[in-house]
Nanobody, 114 residues
Framework: QVQLVESGGGLVQAGGSLRLSCAASGSIFSINAMGWHRQAPGKQRELVATRTSGGSTVYADSVKGRFTISRDSAKNTVYLQMNSLKPEDTAVYYC????????WGRGTQVTVSS
């Protein structure tokens, strides 16, 4: 069994920064990619950023230049540095890991006030 535990969410004013962390533990045999999705109230879950084991990254257009994804392979941890936050970034942020199977974390709330 694999567990993903997110941390780092919270309330921040517009223009501020937060850093999310997601630590994977359990029976991890291989990881193809780790990343972040988010879901705002009344909206579908959407990709924010993902990073493959080879180092390739993909970002949603709405966060390019503001968010940075990084990964510590030794710790099976992925990070999301979020700068210049906007009220529209408010959402529950979910960690996702894909390998032999796909796993999701429970989510962490990010609220950006105007």
């Amino acid at each position: 069994q694999v567990q993903l535990v997110e941390s780092g969410g919270g309330l921040v004013q517009a223009g501020g920064s937060l850093r999310l962390s997601c630590a994977a533990s359990g029976s991890i045999f291989s990881i193809n990619a780790m990343g972040w999705h988010r879901q705002a109230p009344g909206k579908q879950r959407e990709l924010v950023a993902t990073r493959t084991s080879g180092g390739s990254t993909v970002y949603a257009d709405s966060v390019k230049g503001r968010f940075t994804i990084s990964r510590d392979s030794a710790k099976n941890t992925v990070y999301l540095q979020m700068n210049s936050l906007k009220p529209e970034d408010t959402a529950v942020y979910y960690c996702r890991m894909s390998g032999q199977y796909t796993y999701w974390g429970r989510g962490t709330q990010v609220t950006v006030s105007s």
